[in-house]
């Protein structure tokens, strides 16, 4: 049984550039949750979607958008990348958003702006 | 808002030493609260959990217990091995409306052991 899937692992990006990071979650599960940790702090919500809908989002600027498949994989994507969009970009997956059920993550994508 | 506080790190012990990592939380509403771990270069592992009070999670000998009264969720292992050495991360999950929640974190306490 595989679980969250994210590609790519490592990027280097330079600053203005745009990025697509990539996720499959976990077998069964049809909701999915993205995540950004800096260097050396916790992760931060990032937006949630469910049912190919962004159900929620956290306190990040438009550049940051998603999008949910009809298989329920994701995508992140990140315009007009800045300096500090350097970090470890996690996503995570659960079945039935709001359910309560456990929430799985997968390895991250290191996304570095030069 | 919804917040979780950790105590600093680094933790520093020597193997078969106890741990405690202290972790304090404030919400609204009734949270769930987790437990995860980092370990180097690698993403996050569910450690524990608990999701009402008095609940005690437990998992590879680490436990943690929902403390109502005191808003707490401490970590704690009876005896460290070289391979918990990782970072350690408190969450509690709030409920934003039916159908969507999130995880909130605090900022991760690292624990290294030492033979």
């Known amino acids: 049984d595989a679980g969250v899937t994210q590609s790519p692992t490592h990027l280097i990006k330079t600053r203005g550039q745009q990025v697509t990071l990539r996720c499959s979650p976990k077998s069964g599960h049809d909701t999915v949750s993205w995540y950004q940790q800096a260097l050396g702090q916790g992760p931060q919500f990032i937006f949630q979607?469910?049912?190919?809908?962004?159900?929620q989002r956290g306190n990040f600027p438009d550049r940051f958008s998603g999008h949910q498949f009809p298989n329920y994989s994701s995508e992140l994507n990140v315009n007009a990348l800045l300096l500090g969009d350097s970090a470890l970009y996690l996503c995570?997956?659960?079945?039935?958003?709001?359910?309560?059920?456990?929430?799985?993550f997968g390895e991250g994508s290191w996304l570095t702006v030069v | 808002g919804d917040s979780v506080t950790q105590m600093e790190g680094p933790v520093t012990l020597s193997e078969e030493a106890f741990l405690t990592i202290n972790c304090t939380y404030t919400?609204?509403?009734?949270?769930?609260l987790f437990w995860y771990v980092q370990y180097p270069g690698e993403g996050l592992q569910l450690l524990l959990k608990?999701?009402?009070?008095?609940d005690k999670g437990s998992n590879k000998g680490f436990e943690a217990t929902y403390r109502k009264e005191t808003t707490s969720f401490h970590l704690e292992k009876g005896s460290v091995q070289v391979s918990d050495s990782a970072v350690y991360f408190c969450a509690l999950r709030t409920a934003l409306s039916y159908n969507t929640d999130k995880l909130i974190f605090g900022t991760g306490t690292r624990l290294q052991v030492f033979p």
């Open positions: 979607y469910y049912e190919e809908e962004e159900r």
């Open positions: 995570a997956s659960s079945l039935g958003g709001g359910s309560g059920n456990t929430i799985y």
């Open positions: 608990a999701t009402k009070a008095d």
């Open positions: 919400a609204t509403g009734y949270p769930s």
